[in-house]
């Protein structure tokens, strides 16, 4: 293809490419409901990283675990600081094909385009296949090892939802835990941080635009909310003399979208995912409401005023129905913004083959996140069939993987030339 300045363009191969994804595809693969199932630290997800390791060295790559788990192929000494393109090859469980092996293997693709191609570039390449990027363990184990964001402390307490702890599933395959902490590589080492990821929203889809130019990961804040009142009879307590818990929550529930109006952004999110009435007979008014609000902006400013009118709405709310208010804030993480630099020369080079794209937060969190504050990074999406993905019904269309590589490739020549 050549490009609208004239400049003739490499391609990646998208054979080859599908090919890679669908090999991976059948690691961890389960048959009675189609998903993967490669959790981070599982055989499974072992056996899916030495087979990257395998199929990276017959093509004559450097190959290499660090002490997160994290896998490396090479091409190119690292006399210069790399030009690492990374995503995860670890899935939720039931997790579909493209999520986070897509980067992985367009990482690889463009190796060998470039080495088959004899480009000789001024930076080496690393792709990075993360470790444990899913959260079984709480967090994004292999990019926050590679960018020096992890402690001791917090590798022995790390545990999964069935109390196994990270250092024990680590032991199991044969890795020391605390050697993820020597995983950490000096910020000058690093030139830039590329990474293409499928959209897992509805957005690009719906737009009918081919490609996502990502300018950061949505900060996002987490509330356990309680509402008390009084449990009383269903049948005998009139309806003006109630302390009804969950109208407070339906109150609420109602005050959403005002909020998001008056104080939010078109990136605010707000969601009450999870709801837990007491003492939850269907013949007893509900005394206590406790629930979930998760709050998401691209904008740490926004996201204090979304918190600020969440709090005096649920206040007013309290007072109407006699209810005790009081919430916790179990966590905060600020927004998360790729570079402008790096959004820059994505525009450009999908411009340059002719296709629309669009600037666009990323609600779901990713590997970027832990580069940005380090170094020059991006993200790239393509979009994803319905919007669907941690799921077994995850696709993209092959042309849209074929586009989100070549895009890729183009950045990463640009970023190691
Ligand atoms: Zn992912």
Redesign the pocket.
Known sequence: MHSTTGEHMLEVNLPRLKESLLELADIGFNPIDKGIYRSGFSDADMAGRRWLMQVAEKDGFSTEMDGAGNVWLGLGELTKPAVIIG??LDSVPAGGMF??SLGVMAGLEVLRVVAENNISLQYPLRVLATAE?EGRFGGMFGAQAVTGCLTPEWILSAHDADDVFLADAMRAQGLNPMDALDAAWPPDQIKAFLEL?IEQGPVLESEDIPIGVVEGVSGVFKWIVHLKGKADHAGTAPMHMRSDAFMGLADFAHEIQRIIDEDGTDKSRITVGKVELIPGYPHTVPGEAIFTIVGRDMDEEVMRELATACERALRAIARRHRLNFEYKEVSWLGPRYCSKSMIALMEQKAAARGWSYKRMPSGAG?DVQFFSGMTEAGLIFIPSVDGVSHAPDEWSHWHHVEMGANLLLDCVLAKAS
């Open positions: 995503s995860h999520d986070g990027e990821h990713h």
